[in-house]
């Protein structure tokens, strides 16, 4: 969406060299991420830490009885997250726990200092998901203290230091790599599919291996598009793409990077699916109805005496070019191209084609997250224009047929692409993430999403 859970997704960087075009989404992770997630996961390993040790033998008892050992009231007073350039993260745990066993049947309590290192690789799996591991663990055993006793046996002392400085070490290591372990199965719930519109779907992959520098972290996301199903096979893309260094909100913890290329493989897909086409049909007997042959016909006579029973018309508009993005500083344009089919039904339920028009709409789209969804609405930017490109009735006069034309197609029009855009594309995310506060940003050639992380316990 990321917890201890997060900090797997937090894992990677800018991209020295990737495979061939494909549309893709950068997401570059902060310090302040990492400083969250250190947050959760200080909670979770002290938590993990509340455990049962191997039982200590008695040295009082003539035939060497077993004390059992539990480990209660941790205090984990620091637990840091910090990038380790070209490589992952490093941790730094450092507090204590205390021991609770019985030497010959007495209590006894113990207060042990701990410092932690630990590294965390990142690697990218089979199936191009982010994959963490523990590829480093240093337990150093500081002071030992006393907490309470309840007798006087001090010499046995010695017998649990040496215990404790052989067996902690690797046990505290233990339970820190099957945590860092388990990360793995939330990250891969970033690879998956989302709906994308009607019979379409959206689903990401990490491109290349993980970098990372001293300051952030960035993931470089494939995304694959499918229609009922089947993945799509794009245009190629020759255009450059270079990543503004400072993009986004510097206190933000994630900046998602979104390329002009990508909302033209977006728009691509909507026009092979047929999702921005629209039919509009008015009915006979709705009220101030403009969209029938009689209607028609007071403006082209050739329609009036094709059809002199007032019919109701369909108009067919069909994308017949690919949707042109345009994405520039504070502003988001789309341009638009469609095919326009008047067709009036004939007395025996045929179609018939009465002239086609190009229609060309251009559009702002505010852009906006909801969720985890990134979308949009949109706003015409100037009057709609049409251009006959064949006639069955005729020469005539556009202008004269312009204004009723745009005015049943604007808002229909209007209304079905804010519903389309408004199902909005889902956020490279994982299971139990959310993310929070989003602000958009707009740059040359790309769109910016900088927002907060919110971990589910």
Do not use: W
């Not at 969250?36 to 979770?44: C, S």
């Not at 726990?97 to 410092?115: A, C, D, R, S």
């Amino acid at each position: 969406m990321f917890l201890f859970c997060t900090l797997g997704f937090l894992l990677g960087m800018l991209v020295p060299f990737c495979e061939a075009y494909s549309p893709r989404v950068v997401a570059r992770i902060n310090q302040a991420t990492l400083d969250y997630v250190a947050q959760m996961g200080r909670t979770a390993f002290q938590t993990a830490l509340k455990i049962q040790l191997p039982d200590l033998l008695d040295p009082k008892e003539v035939y060497f009885q077993s004390a059992p050992v539990f480990m209660l009231d941790n205090d984990i007073s620091h637990f840091d997250l910090k990038f380790i350039p070209n490589y992952g993260i490093r941790l730094l745990a450092s507090g204590h726990v205390n021991m609770t066993f019985f030497i010959t049947k007495n209590l006894q309590k113990l207060g042990v200092g701990i410092n932690i290192t630990a590294d965390i690789i990142v690697t990218q799996s089979t199936t191009g998901s982010a994959l963490v591991g523990l590829s480093l663990c240093k337990c150093i055993i500081e002071d030992i203290t006393v907490i309470y006793r309840e007798d006087g046996l001090n010499e046995v002392f010695n017998p649990i230091d040496g215990y404790i400085r052989i067996l902690l070490p690797d046990k505290l290591c233990s339970k820190l790599f099957f945590l860092i372990e388990g990360l793995n199965v939330y990250l891969g719930t970033m690879i998956g599919l989302h709906p994308l519109g009607p019979e379409s779907q959206i689903s990401y992959s990490l491109a290349c291996l993980p970098t990372i520098t001293k300051e952030h972290m960035s993931l470089d996301i494939n995304i694959t598009f499918y229609l009922l199903g089947k993945p799509i096979v794009l245009p190629p893309n020759v255009s450059s793409f270079s990543l503004p260094q400072q993009a986004g909100s510097r206190s933000a913890m994630i900046n998602f990077v979104f390329t002009e290329e990508m909302f033209d493989s977006v728009y691509f897909l909507m026009q092979k699916s047929g999702s921005i086409n629209l039919d509009i049909t008015s009915q006979l007997n709705s009220k101030n109805n403009q969209l029938t042959t009689s209607a028609l016909g007071n403006l082209i006579p050739e329609v009036q005496r094709q059809f002199p029973n007032s019919m109701p018309i369909t108009l067919k508009a069909r994308i017949n070019t690919s949707p042109v993005p345009m994405i520039h500083s504070n502003k988001t344009f789309l341009l638009l191209r469609y095919r326009v089919e008047a067709l009036a039904i004939s007395s025996n339920s045929a179609f018939n084609l009465l002239f086609s028009l190009d229609m060309v709409v251009e559009l702002k789209l505010n852009i906006s997250i909801s969720g985890e969804k990134l979308k949009a609405n949109v706003l015409f930017l100037k009057d709609i224009e049409l251009e006959v490109t064949s006639s069955n009735v005729g020469p005539f006069d556009l202008s004269k047929v312009k204004d009723l034309i745009i005015s049943v197609v604007r808002k229909p029009l209007n209304d079905h692409l804010n519903a389309l855009f408004g199902l909005g594309a889902t956020l490279p995310t994982i299971t139990t993430v959310s993310y929070i506060a989003p602000e958009v940003f707009m740059y040359e050639g790309s769109i910016v999403v900088s927002c907060g992380l919110h971990i589910q316990n």
